[in-house]
């Protein structure tokens, strides 16, 4: 079966399509045939290394976490699913790929298709329907009536937690560059900050939560915004020492994660807010419910671009460029 694979970490020249033979499954583990892929940007990032100390691959590996098939094959486990069933699943930190003909999908990381939804739109979900529960419902516990900071609202993980958030009744600002106003405005967002004209520190106040979605000193400044019991649960770091201790990883490295992050905590602890940084992980569970917010509309997938299989590489360009309106997506047949 063709699958795009990356054969060793470095900067380039190390992603290749190959032909792989038909994978052999565990008992908890099942055989899908993929039609679609939703890309994410640590799609790109994996093969580069970035993830190296956190997420194990054997090389070489099948590039892609997020997927939405058909069910071709069941282990003598697998008691939620069948052959003939459409699925979708986030692989993420499973050890596998979904760019593939055939992808090997843990039960544990998949539930079934929304039934309005094409493979397409469902691919687009998993990483993004997770990260924005994990981080607002799970970690975060947001309420009716709370103000929420979703920066980057026309992105993957805007464009959903815009929509999740409202959901949970939460009054929403963003941020997003002028072509995208009306974007983020028709997904729910009450409060928009056009960030080539304003700078968000200036306009927002007594927000309860903030996601952090955007790197550099965008984290530092939404300390400012916080109210005193406030939160920022950030995507994209620092790494705290508790995200080190759920790794398992050793003290050294927790020590360092502590450091990274000791200032930001301290920063927020000043103002008796909380800072914690999220490390999504699949859970069949909450993507079974989020499935039920697509089916009855609460929330809607936005596709920004579709590329064949043949164009995955160009798929990962184009979304490294950092500038998607939504999902970009892989369709392999
Ligand atoms: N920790 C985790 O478990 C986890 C899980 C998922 C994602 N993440 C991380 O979360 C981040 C966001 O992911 P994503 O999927 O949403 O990425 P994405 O879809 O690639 O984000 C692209 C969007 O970001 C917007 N953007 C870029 N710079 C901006 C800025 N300074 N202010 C406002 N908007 C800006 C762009 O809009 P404009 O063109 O208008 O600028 C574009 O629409 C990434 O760093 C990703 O790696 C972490």
Partial sequence: MKALIFTRYAKSDNIAFTDLPRPILKPDEMLVEVHAVGLNPVDAMIPKGSFKPFLRFQLPATLGSDLAGVVTEVGSRVTRFKPGDAIFASLFDSGTGSLAEYAVVPEKAAALKPSNLDFVQAASIPMVGLTAWQALKERARVKPGQKVFIPAGSGGIGTFAIQLAKHLGAKVATTTSTGNVDLVRSLGADEVI????QEFETVLR???????TVKGDSIKKSVGILKSNGSIVSLVGPPDAAFGRTRGMNFFMK??????????????????AAYSFLFVHPDSGQLAEIGKLLTVGTIRPVIDKVFPFEQAKEALAYLEKGRAKGKVVVQMR
Avoid: E
Wanted: proline content about 0%.
């Fill in 206 to 212: 007594d927000y309860d939560v903030v996601l952090g």
């Fill in 255 to 272: 020590f360092v994660f502590g450091l990274l992050s000791g200032k930001i905590i301290r920063q927020a602890r000043k103002k008796g």
């Fill in 194 to 197: 056009d960030y080539k004209k």
